[in-house]
């Protein structure tokens, strides 16, 4: 079953510009992930969000958690052609411990 | 460090014909280890997963299997392939908190 759902389902910007992607999930969750996947090769986790945490910094990464809205978003600040990747949320459902997988936001970021 | 290997990156296979992937973890014991189909485009979807040497939990039925002969080797198979069995498979281990996946790089499968 699909629990995190991605929005946009792809987006295209300039290098130097921020880009923010959005997941939303229905069920109550534990934890929330984001992971990044080049084209053709495997997921990479890029960072781990506890329920009890609103908000986590990795370089250039933002991370924000909303559970009243079920949702989160990955915001990228300045962007390079280096980041165009795929870009997946994973949530812990209903109590699992293995992370359900998003259908993921493709991202272009054009040098 | 921890390193995880799928072979071979790359598979075209005719319609059924048998199936053997493999993926070997290295620098971790007992690891939590999962497989997964990507088609293409789409998420991931868990296949098999396992915690421990020959304990296999199926997600989906198909006509697809998958073995833990070794602590750290697990493997994907079929008897016979179908169309439908074409897509990006991934391997994937977790450790004892069970929270962050690691993923191998993958087998690009095309069944013809």
């Known amino acids: 079953s699909q629990q995190g759902e991605e929005d946009p389902q792809a987006l295209s910007i300039q290098e130097g510009e921020n880009a923010t992607m959005n997941c939303s999930y229905k069920?109550?969750?534990?934890?929330l992930q984001w992971y990044r996947q080049n084209s053709g090769r495997g997921l990479v986790h890029l960072i781990l969000?506890?329920?009890?945490?609103r908000e986590k910094h990795s370089g250039r990464l933002r991370v924000t958690l909303d559970t009243s809205k079920k949702s989160s978003s990955l915001l990228i600040t300045a962007s390079r052609a280096a980041d165009t990747a795929s870009y997946f949320c994973?949530?812990?459902?209903?109590?699992?411990?293995?992370?359900?997988f998003g259908r993921g936001t493709s991202l272009i970021v054009h040098p | 460090s921890q390193t995880i290997h799928q072979w071979p990156a790359t598979l075209v296979q005719p319609v059924g014909s048998p199936l053997s992937l493999e993926c070997t973890v290295e620098?971790?014991?007992?690891?939590?280890l999962y497989w997964y189909r990507q088609a293409a485009g789409r998420g991931l979807q868990l296949l098999f997963y396992?915690?421990?040497?020959?304990?296999i939990s199926s997600e989906v039925p198909q006509n697809l299997s998958a073995s833990r002969p070794q602590d750290r080797q697990f493997i994907l198979s079929s008897k016979k392939l179908l169309l439908s069995d074409s897509g990006f498979y991934l391997c994937?281990?977790?450790?004892?908190?069970?929270?962050?996946?690691?993923f191998g790089p993958g087998t690009r499968l095309l069944v013809l």
């Open positions: 994937a281990w977790s450790g004892a908190a069970q929270e962050t996946q690691y």
């Open positions: 069920t109550s969750i534990n934890n």
């Open positions: 969000i506890r329920s009890n945490e």
């Open positions: 994973a949530t812990d459902e209903g109590g699992s411990y293995i992370p359900t």
């Open positions: 620098g971790t014991s007992n690891p939590n």
């Open positions: 396992s915690v421990g040497i020959g304990q």
